[in-house]
């Protein structure tokens, strides 16, 4: 998935939203920033492939952050299903 889908899709922001999503089962795709320190991006991947969410790990923070529309960096994004 592209920073331009996530831009044009529903989405959620930030690790912790993120988590909220995946245990609520509405991740459709999970943006995790490839700078992103491994001790908080481990157990948010392991969530991922337990769950069976595709991961994107191509971007940075300030590029997820930029595309989420927010003006500070951000560590994870989630492209939330259609309701």
Known sequence: MTLEELKRSPFVVGMKETERAL??????CVFIASDCD??????????????????????????LGRACGIKVKAAAAAVLKSR
């Open 23 to 28: 245990e609520k089962g509405e991740a459709l």
């Open 38 to 63: 491994g001790k908080f991006s481990g157990p948010l991947r392991e969530s991922c492939e337990n769950r069976g969410v595709a991961v994107t790990e191509e971007f940075t923070k300030k590029e």
